[in-house]
């Protein structure tokens, strides 16, 4: 029995895909092929690399429990300066440097190559230039997921084959497309949420910015899903954090307990049906 699954992008809201892979791990499953977009793809560069679940949990609370540990891991345990995360181009061009995040995220034992991963694991990003989704299945691992995580005008991604690459959402952001060839089963997890405002009388740019691409996410995602449905599509209950909320991991952890249980009920109905 072959399980094809897709991990879509959403910010600090695709922590909750952790919890959904904890399911795979407690019924003794392991996908047959992983595709990943924005957060997903570099969550799921860690579990198709071999980690656990549990190890992946516990290296996102080890850098996201708090403020405090956050700064100590990087600057402290990884060494690294603020000039290595911002890139400045100008007075109006501050970014955060994609690779060296997602460096900072990734343990350093994990495959640098994403052929070299125990899961077969695909990166969904987009090419900015040719206007098109691109499917990135070898190569380096960081560069890859850098280019997928790419928020426009808050993270920037290096150049691949001298072409800007953006988040994959802008073009699929729940990519179970990729995973359906030879598979019995085919599971999504949605977790990009909807726009969210922080209260104030007027928002702000970013906010107006960020939740424009969340409509356009969700739009896309539906689209492809009345085209040519998944078996199973999961969407955890995570749409009151926002995109940046990584500091509530527990909460998000928290939030899609009731999604866990529903995607291992689910799991669970199609084994019996095979």
């Given amino acids: 029995m072959k399980i094809g699954l897709a991990l879509g992008g959403g910010g600090a809201r695709g922590l909750a895909h952790i919890p959904m892979l904890e399911v795979f791990d407690e019924m003794g499953l392991k996908p047959a092929v992983i595709a990943g977009c924005s957060m997903g793809a570099l969550i799921g560069a860690a579990y198709a690399s071999g980690m656990t679940a549990k190890?992946?949990?516990?290296?996102a609370e080890k850098i996201l429990g708090n403020r405090i540990d956050a700064a100590r891991y990087v600057f402290g345990t990884r060494k690294s300066r603020l000039r290595d995360i911002l890139s400045l181009k100008g007075l109006t061009t501050l970014h955060l440097h994609g690779e060296k995040l997602v460096d900072l995220a990734l343990p350093d034992h994990l495959p640098k190559n994403i052929e070299d991963t125990k899961?077969?694991?695909?990166v969904?990003?987009?090419?900015?230039?040719?206007m098109?989704?691109?499917?990135?299945?070898?190569?380096?691992?960081v560069q890859a997921v850098?280019?997928?995580?790419?928020?426009p005008g808050v993270i920037v991604a290096p150049q691949i084959e001298g072409h800007i690459h953006v988040d994959g959402g802008v073009t699929n952001p729940v990519p179970f497309d990729h995973v359906r060839e030879g598979m019995d089963i085919v599971v999504a997890i949605d977790v990009t949420g909807k726009p969210k405002l922080s209260?104030?009388?007027?928002?702000?740019?970013?906010?107006?910015?960020?939740?424009?691409?969340l409509i356009m996410f969700n739009q896309l995602a539906d689209l492809r899903r009345a085209a040519a449905p998944p078996d199973i599509y999961i969407s955890p209950k995570v749409d009151q954090f926002g995109s940046g909320d990584f500091f509530?991991?527990?909460?998000?952890?928290?939030?899609?307990s009731a999604s866990k249980d529903q995607l291992k009920r689910a799991i669970e109905l199609r084994l019996k049906g095979l």
């Fill in 132 to 141: 098109e989704e691109r499917l990135i299945s070898s190569g380096n691992m």
């Fill in 248 to 256: 509530k991991l527990r909460e998000i952890f928290e939030s899609a």
């Fill in 199 to 213: 209260g104030r009388k007027h928002a702000t740019n970013m906010e107006l910015a960020v939740g424009a691409m």
């Fill in 55 to 59: 190890e992946i949990r516990e290296q």
């Fill in 146 to 151: 850098a280019a997928s995580i790419a928020i």
């Fill in 124 to 130: 969904v990003t987009t090419d900015f230039e040719l």
């Fill in 119 to 122: 899961i077969p694991f695909h």
